[in-house]
């Protein structure tokens, strides 16, 4: 869909997406931190291995063996890998030194050491961008980017409800009460519709895990993400009762989320 919408509402989405994202840093500041990715990449991988998703179900219709594509915030190459083996060129954007490292070289793959709001990239027919979002104050702009850039195509993905993450379970039962929310993929469908893009939507769900190699990286990732008012004694308490022994590996379930996909063709194709 391309047509422009009317008024949508009398909310600045933009603004109180710049309120969340400064609420939740607040509380919680290391989640858009680089250095918290680079500790995290090992944990990352891990976890997010053997997740089963539809993302690149949504993609298939759109890819070709003569087509390119750029992945804003890439990770470890979860899609990046994949999408690789089915388009002439990828370019994969990660500011994260750790999950770059853990990028296996393709010859048709080019990884960026960078920012999206400051990646110097070449255009290219298609851009994705998974779970990124979520700590951008400035998501205009960085959407706006993301439009110079596509030739045909744009995909956003972020979750509709929380990941419960074992450092929420800690939160809550250290600190009491729930840790403020990021923006969801509604705040983004708002937002969208308020810079004048109205996408086509897709829905995926599937299961989270967050795996850890011993119970140190399981400290180390809520510490993080707690910040203030963290008690060592009381967090390794908890920890011991919601991770589970799986494979070598400490696991926690996280259940069921789920995503919403924003595609659509850039205004600027």
Known sequence: MRDTPGR??????AAQWKSLVAERSAAAGAHGDTAYWDRRAPSFARSTRARADEFLDVLTPYLSPRKTLIDVGAGAGRHALPLADRLEWVTAIEPSEGMRALIPPRDNMTVV?????????APADLLICCHVLYGVEDPV???????????????L???????????????????????????????LFMLLMQMGIAPDVDFVRYPIFQRYAD???ALADCRALIGEGWD???????????????????VFNGGLTLSGIAHWQPRTA
């Open 141 to 155: 702009s960085f959407i706006a980017k993301m439009e110079r850039s596509a030739r045909e195509r744009i995909f």
């Open 8 to 13: 949508t509402s009398e909310v600045d989405w």
């Open 215 to 217: 119970s140190e990286e």
């Open 113 to 121: 050491a960078s920012t999206w709001e400051d990646a110097a990239v």
């Open 232 to 250: 060592e004694d009381k967090a390794r308490a908890i920890l011991r009762d919601v991770l589970v022994e799986e494979g070598g590996e400490l």
């Open 157 to 187: 993905m972020m979750r509709e409800v929380p990941v419960v993450h074992p450092a929420a379970v800690v939160r809550e039962k250290m600190l009491g009460g729930e840790e403020p929310r990021f923006p969801r993929f509604s705040d």
